[in-house]
Nanobody, 120 residues
Framework: QVQLVESGGNLVQPGGSLRLSCAAS????????MGWYRRAPGNERELVAT???????NYADSVKGRFTISRDNAKNTVYLQMNSLKAEDTAVYYC??????????????WGQGTQVTVST
């Protein structure tokens, strides 16, 4: 019953900002590391940022200093604040979470993706 739902993708001008959110819902579970990945047209999927349950973060070099990942454990939600957006940030952004459900080993779950387009 676990589901990840992303929101916040939009069309934005270069230099602008967006905030993406992803909420995990479903039956009883524990959400460990959460992260954001993206796939640009013609490119492979790449890691954008991750955050552990304790709040330790990791960023791709291409977004470090511009993007900030955060989470609200009480809401099982992860956010990605995207500032100083560039055209090369255009991609479908996917939420990922390592989730432990009662009685089964932890595994990755993926959202459906949200489109971010940076263009004039």
């Amino acid at each position: 019953q676990v589901q990840l739902v992303e929101s916040g993708g939009n069309l934005v001008q270069p230099g602008g900002s967006l905030r993406l959110s992803c909420a995990a819902s479903g039956s009883v579970f524990i959400v460990y590391t959460m992260g954001w990945y993206r796939r640009a047209p013609g490119n492979e999927r790449e890691l954008v940022a991750t955050i552990t349950h304790r709040g330790s973060t990791n960023y791709a070099d291409s977004v470090k200093g511009r993007f900030t990942i955060s989470r609200d454990n009480a809401k099982n939600t992860v956010y990605l604040q995207m500032n100083s957006l560039k055209a090369e940030d255009t991609a479908v952004y996917y939420c990922n979470a390592d989730i432990k459900r009662i009685g089964v080993p932890p595994r990755d779950y993926w959202g459906q993706g949200t489109q971010v387009t940076v263009s004039t």
